[in-house]
């Protein structure tokens, strides 16, 4: 089976801090993604990384930033946390297949609370 | 723009009663359409997908789905639901041209025994 393990379940951080939220997917898929959900919005693509090195903005990149170093690792950066940026991030990585279509494998979520 | 909506926060179902969760979009080229389930502090899973071929497919813990082009709708459905199935529901959509993937708000469903 597919393991997206994200580092953290709760993180708690004030206001100024750099916070940095850890991925990493064990199937050597080339499609990682980092997602907000807030209540009543759903999930909203924060970037997207569809190689080593390589990122693209998605819905909501304002005050985000990202690093894949390597294909098993995607990276989400607060670089100074807010208190709008209190939610639960999930990370998920993707596979392609011509006949299955893509198919989504998510982590468990890290819940951020920034104070 | 593109959007996928689920126009119900949340679905209340008697166990044992058929439910629906719904599910519209609007989006370019021929979608792809998926349907994710989360139960409490977990992430998201995969249930069922529609590529093409069959309107009516059929995914895990007895769900199943109806494409309806003409309406741009992919409608969650169970003959009879279980307490268990109380989660959150998304609908997901990709788009067949631009290949963006947009979810839905979100849908909880509440089996009350």
């Known amino acids: 089976d597919v393991k997206v393990t994200q580092s953290s379940r709760y993180l708690v951080k004030r206001t100024g801090e750099k916070v940095f939220l850890e991925c990493v997917q064990d199937m050597d898929h080339e499609n990682m993604f980092w997602y907000r959900q807030d209540p009543g919005l759903g999930l909203r693509l924060i970037y997207f990384s569809y190689d080593v090195k390589m990122k693209e903005k998605g819905d909501i990149p304002e005050g985000y930033s990202v690093s894949r170093e390597k294909k098993e690792r995607f990276s989400l950066i607060l670089e100074s946390a807010s208190t709008n940026q209190t939610s639960m991030y999930l990370c998920?990585?993707?596979?392609?297949?011509?006949?299955?279509?893509?198919?989504?494998?998510f982590g468990s979520g890290t819940q951020l609370s920034v104070l | 723009a593109q959007s996928v909506a689920q126009p119900e926060d949340q679905v209340n179902v008697a166990e044992g009663n058929p439910l629906t969760v719904k599910c519209t979009y609007s989006v370019s080229g021929n979608p792809y359409l998926f349907w994710y389930v989360q139960y409490p502090n977990r992430g998201l899973q995969f249930l069922l997908k529609?590529?093409?071929?069959?309107?009516l497919v059929k995914g895990s813990y007895g769900f199943e789905a109806e494409f309806n082009k003409s309406q741009t709708s992919f409608h969650l459905k169970k003959p009879s639901a279980l307490v268990s199935d109380s989660a959150l529901y998304f609908c997901l959509v990709k788009a067949g041209n631009t290949g963006k993937l947009i979810f839905g708000q979100g849908t909880t469903l509440q089996v009350k025994p």
């Open positions: 529609y590529i093409t071929g069959d309107n």
């Open positions: 998920a990585s993707s596979s392609w297949d011509p006949k299955e279509g893509e198919k989504l494998f």
